[in-house]
């Protein structure tokens, strides 16, 4: 029987393998020398990632009678770049320092200007180069996609879907913003903008995508398994997230600890946690999330009123909750048997991961 391991280890040394190759022939495009530090910063960020989304749509793929081709690794390797160049752009809007345990991509950019003691803003270098990165790679995910390999009448029917989960991403993100924007938001607010802006893009729109490509057509048991499968496993992935990014090991998560604290990020955990703080409680989270300056003793501080307040008891069993409604949703539906056991697998390794 496969493994969740296994599962995830037999795309991920496909998709790598696509990656590079990709990137090896955008090198010759690049005719201009002082340009190849974008290459090496993208190739560099590439370089490490989950792979969960690949996944899915790999499985979806599967559970619908689709092949081991390797065209269709190229085409579900182009969503490494699209997450990519969310996550170069989210950093930038969050102004975080590390990512996936390097220098996030505009600080990489700025110790590259302030070590060449060029002129001008080092920090503005920096944004305005993870901006083009991150474009970059945005641009070569559609290359990628529109280049697989697969059938033109597979890539056509599911243009759709692959065009409508980049809007999705986009606004997702947007969402993002306007929620740390209004400040305290209630956990459903959270919740939607989880919704956009990780749960659909994440799980639902990349299995959907696998399962489109293998059979050419929408049929409504696509959308049913893909949203009830999809959605639940995708909101249990962020709540996930959520925890990781207040209680996760910096050596696993890559990033420090509490980031998500001192970036003041409005997310379902915190929403949980002030609808049950007392006042007293309540006021100390205000004052103190969002603040760049927090030390390991205010993140201690916040994680103990997290933890008091039953948040994070209740997030956990929210986790819990939805994983078992997407178990469910995978005993009937129409796809083979092995698939149907890696995407359980795979909701598990997705929602209790430390990383």
Known sequence: MTTSAATLDIVRLEVD?????????????????????LISAAEDFLSTGKRLRPAFCYWGWRGAGGGNDPAFFNAAASLELLQASALVHDDVMDASDMRRGMPAAHRRFQSLHEDAGWHGSAEQFGLGAAILLGNLMLIWSGEMWRSSGLPPAALAAAQDVHDHMRTE???????????????EGTFDSALRVALFKSGKYSVEQPLRLGLVLATRGREPWIDRLCEEYGQCVGIAFQLRDDILGVFGDPLETGKPAGDDLREGKRTMLIARTLAAASPAQAAQV?????????????????RQIIQETGALAACEHLIQEYLDDALRSLEHAPITSEARTALAELAVAATSRRT
């Open 286 to 302: 205000r004052a103190m999330l969002g603040d760049p300056a927090l030390d390991a003793s205010g993140v201690d501080r916040l």
């Open 17 to 37: 393998r696509a990656l590079r190759e990709f990137v090896d022939r955008q090198r010759p495009q690049v005719s201009a020398p002082e340009a190849a530090p």
């Open 169 to 183: 991403l986009m606004c997702g993100q947007y969402l993002d913003l306007l929620e740390q924007a209004h400040g």
